[in-house]
């Protein structure tokens, strides 16, 4: 356990396996955020209730369904005011494996420059293998991690600011890693540790004889992820972030097109979402 560290759980209509989930964490942090954005579900209470037995974990209850962004920023606010030096955020869908921080806290002192963020390779949890990139050994640095998994230190976060809230949720953690490495900050992977994650309602089928996973994200992550996109671009331009981020957005939505249910409203969303984020009207004010 490292006293210096809390921990970051973004609970959305949660099950049951995020108090495991969060027991696990709870091994390795001093306290734990657990943000409830599901406020006035009978069942998120109900998970959620367990919690109250543990005086190292403090559920954060907000007045709505906040978005990533800002759920994620509600418990780094709250760990930062309490003091803690380094802050480790987590969706619900993520486990944390044994010794993890210790291996990402090593990143902040063992890579050359100064780094803002440090994140373990992941595994995907439905079929129990590595991704493509992260059959690695050792420390790399990326152009963008994701958010759940992703360990910040203080100074980073002091310089850079939190998360931009008006994103809601996709490409939340793009914008803040571009934003890191433009303040000279690196991010940086510890390939040695693997997290477990799903992505999306991840579900099996087969196309022209192949196994294939559909992520099957309602036509609103569908606008979400469009329009943040063209956000992006806007904001850091094609750097090599795009070009890994266009293979996987068209492989997306190859399987949108040809495999997924409701493919009328979320090719209608994705065009909405194109369209805002072409309008998308730039301030200067990061959230802080």
Request: a negative charge; aromatic letters at 10%.
């Amino acid at each position: 356990m490292t006293g210096d560290t809390a921990g970051v759980v973004l609970a959305y209509l949660p099950d049951e396996s995020i108090l495991s989930n969060i027991a696990r964490l709870r091994e390795q942090v001093d306290r734990v955020y657990v943000v409830n954005n599901s406020p006035g579900d009978a069942g998120t209470s109900t998970v959620l209730d367990e919690l109250s037995q543990d005086n190292g974990t403090v559920v954060l209850d907000q007045e709505k369904n906040i978005g990533v962004a800002a759920g994620f920023n509600a418990g780094m606010r709250e760990a930062i005011a309490d003091g803690f030096d380094y802050v480790w955020i987590f969706d619900q869908d993520s486990t944390v494996a044994e010794g993890m921080l210790d291996q990402l806290r090593a990143a902040f002192s063992d890579w050359p420059e100064p780094v803002a963020m440090a994140g373990p390779a992941l595994r995907a949890e439905e079929t129990g293998f590595l991704y493509d990139a992260d059959h690695r050994e050792g420390l790399g640095e990326l152009q963008t991690l994701i958010s759940s998994g992703a360990l910040f230190s203080r100074a980073a976060l002091e310089k850079i600011g939190l998360h931009d809230e008006r994103l809601f949720i996709d490409y939340v953690d793009h914008d803040i890693s571009l934003r890191a490495r433009r303040e000279g900050l690196a991010v940086v992977k510890v390939f040695d540790t693997v997290l477990d994650h799903r992505f999306g309602a991840s579900t099996p089928a087969t196309f022209l004889g192949r196994r294939i996973y559909l992520s099957n994200y309602s036509p609103m992550r569908q606008y979400y992820m469009t329009r943040n996109r063209v956000i992006m671009v806007r904001r850091y331009g094609f750097g090599r972030w795009f070009w890994e981020d266009a293979a996987y957005a068209s492989k997306a939505w190859i399987k949108v097109l040809l495999c997924e249910r409701d493919r009328p409203r979320k090719i209608r969303a994705g065009l909405r979402g194109f369209a805002d984020g072409v309008r998308f009207r730039e301030v200067r004010t990061i959230v802080q």
